[in-house]
């Protein structure tokens, strides 16, 4: 069974950092391109970063260029997001996502494999 598992989210006040990990399992995904999404009520679902299989293409949404950093662990078939900087605004349910014909992938459609999210709230 396919697994992509978050941790890492909490409550935080601006300005401080938070870690998020997504463990996935189940299959390999070294080869996938990986993505951290968010999503607040009443809004689309927001792509945040991904990072190619090699680790070598790095997108950020330019509202947290920056201020995170995605990273990925192959042996431990591991992606992580480093959220430094917080902002109330990045307060939302966090998604890992993995695509498995890698590339350059901006749209949540073109990620099959999803977690099941993890929230981060950041207090003003």
């Known amino acids: 069974q396919v697994q992509l598992v978050e941790s890492g989210g909490g409550l935080v006040q601006a300005g401080g950092s938070l870690r998020l990990s997504c463990a996935a399992s189940g299959r390999t995904f070294s080869r996938d391109t990986m993505g951290w999404f968010r999503r607040v009520p009443g809004k689309e679902r927001e792509l945040v970063a991904f990072?190619?299989?090699?680790?070598?293409?790095?997108y950020y949404a330019d509202s947290v260029k920056g201020r995170f950093t995605i990273s990925r662990d192959n042996a431990k078939n591991t992606v992580y997001l480093q959220m430094n900087s917080l902002k109330p605004e990045d307060t939302a349910v966090y998604y890992c996502?993995?695509?498995?014909?890698?590339?350059?992938?901006?749209?949540?459609?073109?990620?099959?494999?999803w977690g099941q999210g993890t929230q981060v709230t950041v207090s003003s």
């Open positions: 990072i190619s299989w090699s680790g070598g293409i790095l």
């Open positions: 996502a993995a695509a498995i014909r890698g590339g350059l992938l901006y749209v949540a459609d073109e990620y099959e494999y």
